[in-house]
């Protein structure tokens, strides 16, 4: 191993709503190049966690680095620390009113203040290679969902962002969709993406996962190499929850 710092790591993050304790002291690390699945129970607490992780939820206590900088530090600036990182959620959340393109150099161009005409070859680019470019000019409600997640990926890291976060990209979708996206997501592997991702497709996070991380009520029950973790799984709580999803 170098001796660079992972690219996320959580140290006994806390995160509560109210009197309800969803993150109950997690501790993780995902360093480069390295793919790591989220996986638990509805309710567990995986979005909480991805969320803190981009800063969108208050940090009870613990500390959230980002190579190795503490970015759960309140003196830190929130949007510079987003800048760096990619986001897709569960539902597509492509701007309605904005282009294809748009979308996808909307945040190279205010955010990292890439001149339009980089930025937008960039962008078609990256839409050709996920075989969009002829939707460039075209709203997000033209698309499929398929369509609409992977353009939605692809803005994610239009900005070469340093780690992808993302949660449950596939369940919105009509199953038919659901592997064009994967696809996807194997792809940024292959290119050398750092990817922490609330998943419920396991046959797919072990494939993709480098490892695997079982949520269970807001702690880490079990973690390992992803051929472990789902195959020769150790708690008792991971047996119980594979046996109910698979
Ligand atoms: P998962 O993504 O694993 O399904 P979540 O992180 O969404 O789990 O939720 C974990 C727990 O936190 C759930 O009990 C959920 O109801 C609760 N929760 C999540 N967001 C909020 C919120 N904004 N306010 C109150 N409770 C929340
Ligand atoms: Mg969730």
Redo the contacts with the bound molecule.
């Keep these: 191993m170098s001796g660079a710092p992972p690219v996320l790591e959580l140290r006994d993050v806390r995160c509560a709503?109210?009197d309800?304790e969803?993150l109950r002291g997690i501790s993780l690390s995902v360093h480069r190049h390295e793919v790591v699945a989220l996986i638990?129970?509805?309710?567990?607490?995986?979005?909480?966690?991805l969320?803190t992780a981009n800063l969108l939820e208050h940090i009870g206590d613990g500390q959230v680095l980002l190579a190795g900088e503490d970015i759960s530090d309140p003196r830190v600036d929130a949007d510079a620390v987003r800048a760096r990182i990619g986001t897709v959620f569960q539902a597509y959340n492509l701007f309605p009113h904005l282009s294809v393109l748009d979308n996808v150099t909307l945040a190279a161009r205010l955010v990292h203040n890439v001149p339009r005409a980089r930025a937008e070859a960039r962008a078609l680019d990256l839409l050709a290679s996920i075989g969009l470019g002829a939707k460039a000019k075209a709203f997000p409600d033209t698309l499929s969902g398929g369509q609409q997640q992977r353009v939605a990926i692809v803005r994610a890291i239009a900005t070469e962002p340093e780690l992808l976060l993302l949660?449950?990209i596939t369940s919105a979708l009509d199953p038919e969709l659901v592997g064009e996206v994967l696809d996807l997501v194997r792809r940024l592997k292959d290119d050398g993406a750092t990817i922490l991702m609330?998943t419920h497709e396991m046959a797919f996070a072990r494939e993709v996962a480098d490892r695997v991380v079982f949520?269970d009520q807001?702690r880490v029950c079990e973690t390992g190499p992803a051929r472990e973790v789902l195959g020769t799984p150790r708690e008792p709580r991971t047996r119980e929850f594979l046996s109910r999803v698979l």
């Design positions: 709503f109210g309800h969803v638990g129970a509805s309710g567990s607490g995986k979005s909480t966690l969320r949660d449950e609330a949520l807001g």
